[in-house]
Nanobody, 123 residues
Framework: QVQLVESGGGLVQPGGSLRLSCAFS????????MAWFRQAPGKEREFVAT????????AYSDSVKGRFTISRDNGDNALYLQMTYLKPEDTAVYYC????????????????WGQGTQVTVSS
């Protein structure tokens, strides 16, 4: 079965950068649309970015557009999120997710999830 494992979170100062990774196993990575979501304490899980099956088409939430970049390497079964110009409001647990339909921003439409990695932006 599909398994997703995130890594790369940590503590970073405002204006800094982090690169999150998500390792995929248990299926054919290229068959899945991939996405990043995040959840801050007391808030609902929020869409961040998505990439289509072969990595050529991406979409972002307005809050991260221009600062974050989603990418995938189908040869290495890996998903990435390059985060730059981080803000305190980016603090959250970040999750990678796998699904079948490109374009959806609803977390309910992604059946496979990782355990999450904490990103804290603070001085």
């Amino acid at each position: 079965q599909v398994q997703l494992v995130e890594s790369g979170g940590g503590l970073v100062q405002p204006g800094g950068s982090l690169r999150l990774s998500c390792a995929f196993s248990g299926g054919a990575f290229g068959d899945y649309v991939m996405a990043w979501f995040r959840q801050a304490p007391g808030k609902e899980r929020e869409f961040v970015a998505t990439v289509n099956w072969i990595g050529f088409v991406t979409a972002y939430s307005d809050s991260v557009k221009g600062r974050f970049t989603i990418s995938r390497d189908n040869g290495d079964n890996a998903l990435y999120l390059q985060m730059t110009y981080l803000k305190p409001e980016d603090t959250a647990v970040y999750y990678c997710a796998a699904g079948s339909y490109y374009g959806t921003r609803r977390f309910q439409d992604y059946p496979y999830w990782g355990q999450g990695t904490q990103v804290t932006v603070s001085s």
